[in-house]
């Protein structure tokens, strides 16, 4: 299963992120987390030093492999961050992905990847979304299967969707504190998603109280799933203290243990996936990507080829 976490800035997701890496890690089961956020700080979070080697680093080694064998994507230089795979195509399992030379092992067992943060050859004439890229090539090429779990950091804000990557998920937790401006991008999130079929679940955070948990019904209604108290445990690990599950309130590991009966409860939806990455690849095509390459981008829809196992 594929879960994102989204939120305002300063809103948690990054920490959301981690503690629910390690929960589901705790539980024995499988996991990957990707930092796609413009801030790398996941591996921070989840005690990796150093961090891993960006994925942005290695676009163009990445499109070769994942092209394998496609006769309608011949060069890396041919393949869009959109663009989908094919019959011929390399496609991934859970274990290929968990064992990519770009993936460390997190203090707890999860596999940790990133994007990678900009350099200085990026600094004023790059994109940061042709390195999330790489993030959304390699999902659009994995094929996950049940108890096997990919967590992502998103980039903050309604930036997310800047790029076809906010529908690579089975699920999406938006965090959001109990205030106007927390729950301001959950209403651009929802009105942006409404049209795309995408699955998302409010998750409060730095909740102090009951008239906090009253204000965030107020203003997401049903789409409020849980929240997170106020933590001493989670403040003192982003002061840089060690850190544990063990250290948590146990309400809050309750709410972890919500988040993935949540995720567990989604049904996979092959088809749905497939017809959103050739959109987006199509939408990307006219906007920008044909006149790039010189060359109609629809050509590398393969029709004859079923996503899933």
Request: net charge negative; charged share 25%.
């Amino acid at each position: 299963m594929r879960v994102a976490f989204v939120g305002k800035g300063g809103s948690g997701k990054t920490t959301m992120s981690a503690l629910f890496t390690r929960y589901v890690t705790s539980q024995g089961a499988p996991v990957v987390a990707i930092d796609a956020d413009i801030n790398q700080h996941l591996a921070l979070v989840l005690g990796v030093d150093p961090p891993p080697e960006p994925l942005g680093a290695h676009l163009t080694e990445i499109k070769d492999r994942l092209r394998g064998d496609n006769p309608r994507i011949p060069s890396a230089e041919a393949m869009v961050k959109t663009t989908p795979p094919g019959r011929a195509s390399r496609l991934l399992d859970f274990d290929d992905l968990a064992g990519s030379e770009f993936a460390v092992t997190t203090p707890e067992g999860a596999r940790l990847m990133a994007t990678g943060p900009f350099t200085e050859d990026d600094l004023g004439v790059a994109c940061y979304h042709s390195k999330v890229g790489a993030v959304e090539l390699l999902l659009n090429h994995l094929v996950d299967g049940p108890g096997e779990y990919v967590v992502v950091d998103m980039t903050a804000g309604a930036d997310s969707f800047a790029s076809g990557l906010f529908t690579r998920f089975d699920l999406t937790f938006l965090i959001a504190e109990p205030t106007l401006q927390g729950v301001s991008v959950y209403r651009q999130y929802r009105d942006y998603a409404a049209d795309f079929d995408v699955r998302l679940a409010v998750v409060g955070n730095k909740v102090h109280g009951p008239s906090d948990v009253d204000f965030l019904r107020s203003q997401v209604g049903d789409d409020l799933l849980t929240w997170m108290e106020h933590s001493a445990g989670v403040r003192a690990m982003e002061q840089g203290h060690p850190f544990t599950l063990d250290r948590l309130e146990p309400a809050n590991v309750d709410v972890l243990a919500m988040l993935l009966k949540q995720l567990d409860a989604q049904e996979k939806d092959w088809v749905r996936f497939g017809h959103q990455t050739e959109e987006f690849h199509l939408r990307n095509a006219r906007a920008w990507a044909n006149a790039r390459a010189g060359f109609d981008l629809a050509d590398q829809i393969d029709s004859e080829f079923v996503y899933g196992p």
